[in-house]
């Protein structure tokens, strides 16, 4: 069974950084892209980053380029998104996502995690 | 970037309703779209690809049709889980782009 468990979140000022991890299981994390995508409170599904299977290929957001930086550790199974210069706006449930893998990232996602919420205030 | 414009917002319907959701897009995709169904609290599920593709254990009264920039989710027959929000997400473009969601109310 594919698992996909954000952690990392929780409150940091603006100005502040913050590094979540996506942990995945039930299936070979080398061979896909993966994605996350972010969603503020009462509001709609964004994304933010992408980065292919060996890591050598990223993409992000007009909004979170320069300031975030996606990455993988193949061996340990996970992903991660490196956030700093949080500013307000930035406050939402970060999900990691899985691309189903034939897309060359440019794709839809098939399976999600749970999310983590990340609130940035003073 | 590609925009996604769905309609209605807000959608009250009954159980049994026949449904449909509109998304738009604002520059020509092909088929390049998917759908999601999302509850409060929960993570995206994804329903459909490739504008009309069935994801592996979806109930068949979701359908979706569409091409170039106009598209529909369909559920035929509106059951009390179908209740939640539902978004359209392009990936024509590699910059990807989610609609704004339709919420499917109880009537």
């Known amino acids: 069974e594919v698992q996909l468990v954000e952690s990392g979140g929780g409150l940091v000022q603006p100005g502040g950084s913050l590094r979540l991890s996506c942990a995945a299981s039930?299936?070979?994390?080398?061979?896909?892209?993966m994605h996350w995508v972010r969603q503020a409170p009462g509001k709609g599904l964004v994304w933010v980053s992408r980065?292919?299977?060996?890591?050598?290929?990223?993409n992000y957001a007009g909004s979170v380029k320069g300031r975030f930086t996606i990455s993988r550790d193949n061996a340990k199974n996970t992903l991660y998104l490196q956030m700093n210069s949080l500013r307000a706006d930035d406050t939402a449930v970060y999900y990691c996502?899985?691309?189903?893998?034939?897309?060359?990232?440019?794709?839809?996602?098939?399976?999600w995690g749970q999310g983590t919420l990340v609130t940035v205030s003073s | 970037d590609i925009q996604m414009t769905q309609s209605p917002s807000t959608l009250s319907a009954s159980v049994g309703d026949r449904v449909t959701i509109t998304c738009r897009a604002s520059?020509?995709?092909?088929?390049?779209l998917a759908w999601y169904q999302q509850k409060p609290g929960k993570a995206p599920k994804l329903l459909i690809y490739?504008?009309?593709t069935l994801e592996s254990g979806v109930p068949s009264r979701f359908s979706g049709s569409g091409s170039g920039t106009e598209f529909t989710l369909t559920i035929s027959s509106l059951q009390p889980d179908d209740f939640a929000t539902y978004y359209c997400?392009?990936?024509?473009?590699?910059?990807?782009?989610f609609g704004g969601g339709t919420k499917v109310e109880i009537k």
């Open positions: 039930g299936f070979t994390f080398s061979s896909y892209w």
């Open positions: 996502a899985r691309d189903p893998g034939y897309c060359g990232g440019d794709c839809y996602m098939d399976y």
């Open positions: 490739e504008a009309s």
């Open positions: 997400q392009q990936y024509n473009s590699y910059l990807l782009t």
């Open positions: 520059q020509s995709m092909s088929t390049w």
């Open positions: 980065i292919s299977s060996d890591g050598s290929n990223t």
